[in-house]
């Protein structure tokens, strides 16, 4: 069993910063990538940013520049630096991860439970 626990969400001002943390755990052979995505109420859930086993990032384009993702591969862990906060940033982020199984050798989509990130003066 594999779980992805994220860590790290709260109230902030606008311009104020939060950093988002997942934690994966269980029989984990190795992580393709690690990510995170939001999803606002009335909205579907989007893409926030990605990182690969190799280190490369992706960006939604409403939060380049602003968040910047890391990843610990020995720790298998992720976190999201978001820095100058807006009121169209808040929502449920949920933690993703593409791992392969140390049981088995095969690759695996999994989903964290959400930490819920609000923006409001």
């Known amino acids: 069993q594999v779980h992805l626990v994220e860590s790290g969400g709260g109230l902030v001002q606008p311009g104020g910063s939060l950093r988002l943390s997942c934690a994966a755990s269980?029989?984990?052979?190795?992580?393709?990538?690690m990510g995170w995505y939001r999803q606002a109420p009335g909205k579907q859930r989007e893409l926030v940013a990605r990182?690969?086993?190799?280190?490369?990032?992706n960006y939604a384009d409403s939060v380049k520049g602003r968040f910047t993702i890391s990843r610990d591969n020995a720790k298998n862990t992720v976190d999201l630096q978001m820095n100058s906060l807006k009121p169209e940033d808040a929502a449920v982020y949920y933690c993703?991860?593409?791992?392969?199984?140390?049981?088995?050798?095969?690759?695996?989509?999994?989903w964290g439970q959400g930490t819920q990130v609000t923006v409001s003066s």
């Open positions: 269980g029989s984990i052979s190795s992580i393709v990538y």
């Open positions: 990182i690969g086993s190799g280190g490369s990032t």
């Open positions: 993703n991860a593409d791992l392969v199984l140390s049981t088995t050798g095969l690759e695996y989509l999994y």
